[in-house]
Structure formats: C-alpha cells, structure tokens
C-alpha cells in the first residue's frame, strides 16, 4: 500500500517571499500521479497542481511550482511570492496509474496548515 | 454549476442515531468516493464505487454502508452513530484512469459530530 507523509504540521511564510511544502511518498508502482490540494477555511478541496510520474519536467502553475524527485520519492510545493489568500490547509496525494486495480482513489497526506503574514 | 454537490453542510446525531449523507456529480464521471477528514490524519477513503453497480471498501470501511443509486449518486449511510464518527466527511469523483482526466472534484463536505 502506499503512504504519504507530510513532515511539516504547520508552516509560516511573510507576504510575498517564497516558501516549500514537504511531501514524501512510498510506493513500488512506477506509473502514479502526484497532486496538491489547497484546503482554505471554507473547506473546499481545490486542486493546485499534478505531477505525472513518467514526465521528468517539473509541474508549475503560475506562482505554484513542484519539485518531482521520483527516485527519492519527494514531491514539494513551492509558492512564490506568497499572497493572503494562499494561507490554507494544503494536502500531498498520490494516485496509482494502475488501470485496473487503482480506480482513482487518492491517498492524502496529514496536510500542512500554511499561515501568510502581511 | 457542474460539480459535486453532498448534502448536508452540518449535522449532529446522538450516540445510535441512524443518517443517510447524500452526494451527486453531474461530471459523467464513473468513478465516486467518500472521504473522511480528521485532525492530523487528512482525508482517510472509507467506501469508493468504480463504475454504476460496484462499491468496495476503503481504508476505513466499519460503521458504514453505501449505496451507489446511479451514475450520479453516491449516499453514505451511518447506521449507529458513535463518537468516533465525529469527522468531516468528502464525497468526490472522477474518472477511474486516464491521463487527461485525473483530475478528483470534491464536494463541500459535511461537518458531522456524534454526541
């Protein structure tokens, strides 16, 4: 089975400087996706970026950029230029590309609750 | 709006009380899920459906049945309630594999505490 662990409970950041999300997986599958999600207050689930395994190029999404370290099984989130509205929960999943077993179910990590400060 | 649409927001039962969570998608999605929410554990897969007509059992299955009705819907049912049910509970969906469509849209989630 696989795991996910995010080691950071809780990270800080001052508007608009630069901060990383930790995330690391365990998996013997070779075919899988990464993702981030971003929890806010409201509670809805919004997905930030994905990473597919067999691409070596690194995800990015306007300020949100990963950092895809497949042989360490390493998956970090970097958000630059940190604004107010980035502070949320923010949870590391894994999904198998398994086809015919996997079914799209997604393994979340404990999640790491960021705090922007203006 | 398309999306996945679960119902209710909020909801407290007493210790044995019985409740029905409902969850529909309007994506054409074959695949749905329920998730539960606790404080340092994230998201936790209880019951999953892969197609219309099949459920199987997550993560953390006891205490609960699911029904999957149609393509759409996906209901949880809680039987007895206890304590230990206290959580935030997600429906989701999306496709089963694919690598254009991997993307898991979620409901709101429902804030559901067991007294």
């Known amino acids: 089975a696989q795991t996910v662990t995010q080691s950071q409970p809780e990270m800080s950041v001052q508007e608009a400087e630069t901060v990383t999300l930790s995330c690391t997986y365990d998996?013997?599958?070779?075919?899988?996706?990464l993702f981030w999600y971003k929890q806010p207050p409201s509670r809805q689930m919004i997905l930030v970026i994905r990473?597919?395994?067999?691409?070596?190029q690194n995800a990015t999404e306007n300020r949100f950029s990963v950092n895809f370290q497949k042989a360490a099984k390493s998956f970090s989130l970097k958000i630059s230029d940190s604004q107010l509205g980035d502070a949320a929960m923010y949870f590391c999943?894994?999904?198998?590309?398994?086809?015919?077993?996997?079914?799209?179910?997604?393994?979340f990590g404990q999640g790491t609750i960021l705090t922007v400060h203006p | 709006n398309a999306g996945v649409t679960q119902t209710p927001k909020f909801q407290v039962l007493k210790t044995g009380q019985s409740m029905t969570l409902q969850c529909a998608q309007d994506?054409?999605?074959?695949?749905m899920y329920w998730y539960r929410q606790d404080p340092g554990m994230g998201l936790r897969l209880i019951y999953y459906?892969?197609?219309?007509?099949?459920?199987d059992k997550g993560e953390v299955p006891n205490g609960y049945n699911v029904s999957r009705l149609n393509k759409r819907e996906f209901s949880l049912r809680l039987e007895s309630a206890a304590p230990s049910q206290t959580s935030v509970y997600f429906c989701?969906?999306?496709?089963?594999?694919?690598?254009?469509?991997?993307?898991?849209?979620f409901g709101q989630g429902t804030r559901l505490t067991v007294v």
């Open positions: 989701a969906s999306s496709e089963r594999w694919g690598s254009s469509n991997t993307e898991a849209f």
């Open positions: 998996t013997s599958e070779s075919d899988y996706y």
């Open positions: 990473q597919e395994a067999y691409k070596q």
């Open positions: 999943a894994y999904r198998s590309d398994a086809g015919g077993t996997s079914y799209g179910k997604l393994t």
């Open positions: 994506m054409n999605h074959n695949s």
């Open positions: 459906s892969a197609s219309e007509g099949t459920t």
